[in-house]
């Protein structure tokens, strides 16, 4: 094995491995039939946890997340396309468009060497210390090309792409006896009237190639960081996942006996790749293997073909991560880690700073010897001449975006384009700008999103989201009257949803008016049934109008739908706060914390049960992290003002003088926008 690596508290390389949509709802099964032996090892040998997701769950604004630590209103990648340089269509998401560095680039201005592979948004490759096999490798050469052609732009450094396209494997080339371990009664399928063998063989092909590439570049390349993403989980799930048992109610029998192998065998083959990419790494080495996010396999799944016209209903809000190396702890679990820690993760592995403006944390629980990592600024605008950057005069091509965008209708990411280019390009913009939107709500910088949605309203006004989620904005940011305006300005088939009941409820509560939230209150839980999310909600309005039984009930029933539910964790641990339970409320809030780090919410009812609990320092820690998140400062500054009083006067008196009311108004939106719902 060739390679150098730099200085760096782990004393090794450092390998990144994605697996889009892995869930362990599929794995732990698998591995307790040790049917994934390989995968079993990395986690024995190491920390293993659930990687809680953004929203929106799409692959491209996560997998950048990952790959910078920051979400998508900084990194500037909101969707599957964007319009071409010239307006004349639309195509890929493309790395032109990411507006801060990557891990790649940061590595390469510190010197060091790093191998990209598949990564999602990275096309074209940017000109790096190192390799990067674009997005595009996967995808036909341009037209007029061979079918052994890359594109221009697919690889870096650009005399290597002969040889990449030599590791792609076609699929068409894949016999039978290649797709049986998928399918065992192949023999049984008429090809010609049932194309789902066909379209295995093409998704099992694209997973091979980049195997292919990496198995390649890990022996031949130096490198001191790798990153290798793997599509074909998502990509299996969205065509087979309906087959897997236990079967779905429209699934008939002959198709469920055809394909219920089809997604273990799926995690089988990743688990085989596993084990070969780790044959080329040394004790050394520290890996991490991470998802962007879960896929339903449950009773929740979707029926044949309603996954595809709604990827994102398919997504379980967690994936997995797991990471083994030399100062990596053994056997334990990580918890409330998100996908945007991992790349401040990986620079603190590797001794390198961690940005102040990326919006993730460093995983240093789970290192085995203690380490504090550095911090920068930011590493924008620093050091740009050695970050492998792309210049300002870099475009696409409108032909090789043509045959990309048809790659992904027949994937089933996007709908077909119209004929008209002028609409598809004012279509995808006012996705994009939906998405980024769904970003800016799950942060404190949810101010940012209200003319955005202002603007949504006037280019769709049909759209019902839109003005429904401006008034949740507005009654945030305290403009109740336009808020108002705006919900009694919905049709009644729409005013009659649960959802918006909650909306008018919280309204209600923001003008005061307690009995007419109830009314509103308990129109959305007669309506709402069973669903996770209006439950959760139904129990914070319940929690408002102080009635503690009522709130538990809608939480725990949120909690029978979905186990994995950090919001209706932390309502119960207010209910047991205000019921005097502060020890059931401790066991709650971790729960809640555990499942999602960035709660700041959760921390502060943490710490507050922790100091009714009598543990001051531990309560101290968890104030900290919620002041930390920016929740309610003044409130928080001075629960540590006496918290610290009998223990370091001088502290006391700075979270005293803190928490002295500022000319700036507190609003609810900058709390609310952080609670999970």
């Not at 997604?263 to 990743?270: L, V």
């Not at 007419?516 to 996770?532: I, K, M």
């Not at 939480?555 to 919001?567: M, Q």
Request: aromatic share 6%; charged share 25%; with cysteine.
């Amino acid at each position: 094995m060739t390679g150098s690596s730099k200085e760096n508290p782990t004393g090794g390389k450092l390998l990144l491995i994605g697996w889009d949509a892995a869930d362990w709802e599929m794995i732990d099964p698998l591995i307790a039939r040790n049917q994934m032996p390989a995968l079993a090892r990395l986690i024995a040998g190491g920390v293993r946890g659930n990687l809680a997701t953004l929203q929106p769950a799409l692959s491209p604004m996560l997998w950048t997340s990952i790959a910078t630590g920051k979400r998508a209103d900084k990194h500037g990648i909101c969707g599957f396309t964007e319009p071409l340089p010239d307006a004349s269509g639309i195509g890929p998401v493309r790395s032109t468009s990411r507006k801060c560095k990557a891990l790649w680039n940061v590595f390469s201005q510190a010197g060091r060497k790093t191998n990209v592979i598949g990564w999602f948004a990275s096309h074209p490759a940017e000109p790096i210390n190192g390799v990067i096999l674009s997005d595009n490798f996967l995808r036909s050469g341009p037209k007029g090309g061979t079918c052994e052609c890359l594109s221009p732009g697919t690889v870096h450094p650009p005399e290597l792409a002969a040889t990449a396209a030599e590791w792609r494997v076609r699929a068409d080339s894949l016999t039978a006896e290649d797709l049986v371990p998928f399918i065992p009664r192949l023999g049984e399928i008429d090809l010609d009237k049932d194309d789902r063998p066909l379209k295995l063989a093409r998704r099992l092909a694209r997973a091979a190639s980049v195997q292919a590439a990496a198995t390649a570049l890990i022996q031949t390349q130096p490198w001191d960081l790798m990153c290798v993403y793997y599509d074909a989980i998502d990509q299996f799930a969205h065509e087979f996942m309906p087959y897997h048992p236990p079967r779905l109610d429209g699934v008939t029998e002959r198709d469920f006996d055809l394909y219920q192998t089809v997604m273990a065998g799926c995690y089988r083959f990743h688990d085989m790749m596993l084990h070969a990419l780790l044959q080329y790494v040394d004790a050394n080495t520290t890996v991490v293997l991470v998802s962007d996010h879960g896929y339903e396999c449950g009773h929740r799944r979707p029926a044949p073909g309603a996954g595809k016209a709604d990827p994102e209903s398919c997504h379980r809000p967690f994936g997995v991560v797991c990471l083994k190396g030399p100062n990596v702890k053994r056997g334990e679990r990580l918890y409330g880690a998100s996908v945007l820690d991992v790349a401040p993760t990986i620079l603190a592995l590797a001794g390198l700073p961690v940005g102040g403006d990326m919006d993730g944390r460093p995983w240093v629980e789970a290192f085995e010897r203690p380490v504090r990592p550095e911090r920068i600024f930011s590493w924008e605008g620093v050091g740009d001449d050695k970050a492998g950057l792309h210049t300002a005069k870099d475009r696409q091509d409108p032909a090789e975006a043509a045959a990309a965008i048809q790659q992904l209708v027949d994937l089933g990411y996007i709908a077909a384009p119209g004929e008209d280019a002028q609409k598809n390009v004012r279509d995808t913009i006012r996705c994009n700008k939906t998405h980024l939107v769904r970003a800016l709500l799950g942060t404190p910088r949810v101010r940012e999103a209200v003319p955005l949605l202002k603007e949504l309203c006037a280019e769709a006004p049909k759209e019902a989201w839109y003005p429904l989620t401006l008034a949740r904005c507005q009654i945030g940011l305290r403009q109740l009257s336009e808020a108002r305006a705006l919900l009694e300005g919905c049709a009644p088939a729409t005013r009659a949803l649960p959802e918006v009941q909650l909306l008018f409820a919280e309204l209600a509560f923001a003008e005061g008016n307690a009995a007419l939230a109830l009314s509103h209150v308990e129109a959305a839980r007669h309506a709402g049934a069973d669903r996770p999310l209006i439950c959760n909600q139904v129990g914070r309005g319940y929690l408002q109008l102080r009635r503690w039984d009522d709130a538990a009930a809608a939480f725990r029933k949120s909690l029978e739908t979905d186990p994995d539910n950090p919001a209706a964790f932390d309502g119960l641990a207010r209910v047991h706060l205000e019921q005097g339970e502060p020890a059931q409320a401790v066991e709650k809030a971790l729960l809640a914390v555990g499942l999602i780090h960035h709660f700041p919410e959760a921390h502060f009812h943490l710490a507050t049960a922790l100091e009714q609990c009598g543990k001051p320092e531990e309560a101290i820690a968890a104030y900290e992290t919620a002041l930390g998140m920016g929740y309610q400062p003044q409130l928080t500054h001075s629960r540590l003002a006496v918290l610290y009083r009998p223990i370091d006067a001088r502290k006391a008196d700075l979270h005293q003088r803190a928490a002295q009311p500022k000319k700036r108004r507190i609003y609810r939106a900058d709390i609310k926008s952080n609670v999970p719902q």
